[in-house]
């Protein structure tokens, strides 16, 4: 199974941006569907983006449509996150998500593979 480290969080003013990596190791990287959930103090851990094995697909939760782009190399055992335009309501910790079944993972319920997260938080 694939071991995932997430980098890239930080402290940034509404209305910029950050890019957002998670470094896979240990397991064949282009077998798993990828995504980024983020989690808020006291709420649930929530859907952000997810791509597929290929890259050829990508989806995103509706609170990051138009700001957030999911991408993927495979040949560098690595996604991202690019975040812009950001908002204090998307301070959390992110998390990388991979699953070698499901072609999309929006569900954090179905997931078993998580990176340890790392925090962005968005000064008003």
């Known amino acids: 199974q694939v071991h995932l480290v997430e980098s890239g969080g930080g402290l940034v003013q509404t209305g910029g941006s950050l890019r957002l990596s998670c470094a896979a190791s240990g397991g064949t990287f282009s077998n798993y569907a990828m995504a980024w959930f983020r989690q808020a103090p006291g709420k649930e851990r929530e859907f952000v983006a997810a791509?597929?094995?290929?890259?050829?697909?990508?989806f995103n939760a509706e609170s990051g449509k138009g700001r957030f782009t999911i991408s993927r190399d495979n040949t560098k055992d690595t996604v991202y996150l690019q975040m812009s335009s950001l908002k204090p309501e998307d301070t959390a910790v992110y998390y990388c998500?991979?699953?070698?079944?499901?072609?999309?993972?929006?569900?954090?319920?179905?997931?078993?593979?998580w990176g340890q997260g790392t925090l962005v938080t968005v000064s008003s």
């Open positions: 791509i597929t094995r290929s890259g050829g697909r990508t």
């Open positions: 998500a991979a699953d070698p079944v499901y072609s999309v993972i929006d569900d954090y319920r179905v997931v078993e593979l």
